[in-house]
């Protein structure tokens, strides 16, 4: 099972991501509001994929992406 980190800074598109992804079969490791939750949740959960929204506060998913 693919095991993934989802952040995103908008709670309906965040649940609805999980949603539509956990019954697809991923297993949601992260749900993370900003970038440097994100950092923290990758670090302690290992994920196989991070889907990272662009636009988020303090850390987005540019400047993350650039990070790991």
């Known amino acids: 099972m693919t095991r993934l980190l ?5 709670p309906i598109v965040l649940e ?3 949603a539509l992804l956990q019954a697809e ?7 993370c509001a900003n970038g440097t939750a994100a950092v ?5 959960h ?3 994929i991070a889907l990272l ?7 987005d998913g540019t400047a ?5």
Do not use: T
């Open 53 to 59: 929204d662009i636009q988020m506060p303090g850390l």
């Open 25 to 31: 079969g991923f297993d949601i490791v992260a749900r």
């Open 46 to 48: 290992d994920p196989d």
């Open 64 to 68: 993350l992406a650039a990070r790991l």
């Open 6 to 10: 989802l952040a995103d800074d908008h």
């Open 40 to 44: 923290d949740a990758i670090a302690a």
């Open 16 to 18: 609805g991501l999980a």
